[in-house]
């Protein structure tokens, strides 16, 4: 009896140890992703990623903000292992609350453009602030030089839109108080309301206005306007119903127009991701956002969404604007800057548009 309950025992310790085991290697290879990027994106990355390594990888998706006050409710006993953020504002925040980590040197000298001041967080891939315009109806040589004189065309009056309300446009004025000062943003506002522009919700509803003649000029990503004519080869236009987005249209009257070189009216708007202090396997995360740094998982970043990676030598497609070229029209500012969002809020109250 002592011989068979010694037996038992000894099985029972062997189970026991075998499951902590087991368990402890399942959380090795286990990577829970915060996104605020879209699963368009995200989803086709992260599956290749798992076939690659063979990790179990989880995604929780939600914009930033959310994204943010999840964490800081967690605390130390978050889940998250990397935060992938669709803005620098929202990677500066995770930075000034101590949530994030420092990257090793061999990560940060991935990128060959927009790398963060912290060394808390790698930028993935650049969106840039545009103009649309419909040329039935507007000259592009009758455009402005600056941005900052749209709102002397009075020309323009009540055939203007633009998103107030949507979160690129707040990353745009933070950074136009950053670079022009407060005052000369509050005045481009209240100069702006007066051309009675049309407010949208979202870019594409505002795009496919300018191509039905709803409106002459708006002010957009760069992404939106390729997408509405070219789709994408994955990820985002496979399956466009799904994501609310009309098919694509290559005859879609509209163009895109820059700005001078170096003026906000060209922002560079960057996406990034960084490796959160609860992480359970920092080789394992680090693996990861290097993976999202490959010329693999940043030319899809290009064929799919459009936007412009980060490192070099990646295949763009035909329709998107030469990546120096890009680069050069964008201002110099500090990305981590955009942080800034509640004087913007501010000031977009007072002037009646949110």
Known sequence: MNTLKTLLSVCLALLVSLSIVSCSQESADEL?????????????????????????????????????AILNEEGDKSPADVIWANTTGALSNATE?????????????????????????????????????????VDPSDLPASVMDLPDMEEFEGRVGWTPTYSSFYDFITAMR?????????????????????????????????????????????????????????????????????????????????????????????????????????ELAQQFLSFLLSKEAQEYAARSVNEYPVTKGVNLPEFMLDEEEAFELSPDYNYEQLQQLEETLNLLREAGLI
């Open 32 to 68: 829970i992703v915060y996104s605020g990027r879209s699963q368009a994106l995200v989803d086709d990355l992260v599956d290749q990623f798992k076939k690659e390594t063979g990790a179990n990888i989880k995604v929780r998706y939600g914009n930033d903000a959310e994204l943010l």
């Open 97 to 137: 609350q101590d949530l994030l980590t420092t990257l090793p040197d061999s990560l940060l000298a991935k990128p060959a453009a927009y790398s963060s001041t912290s060394g808390k967080w790698i930028p993935i891939t650049v969106r840039f602030r545009v103009m649309v315009y419909n040329p039935d109806n």
């Open 178 to 282: 950053i670079t022009q000062g407060e005052e000369d943003t509050r005045r481009w506002l209240l100069k702006m309301q007066q051309l009675n522009p049309k407010a949208y919700n979202s870019n594409t509803p505002m795009v496919q206005g300018v191509a039905a003649g709803e409106i002459d000029i708006a002010l957009t990503n760069h992404y939106y306007p390729i997408q509405m004519k070219y789709g994408g080869a994955e990820g985002y236009f496979e399956g466009y119903e799904h994501y609310g987005q009309p098919e694509p249209d290559p005859e879609a009257n509209y163009e895109t127009y820059h700005f001078e070189e170096g003026d906000i009216g060209n922002l560079a708007l960057v996406t990034g991701a960084g490796q959160l202090k609860t992480a359970d396997n920092a």
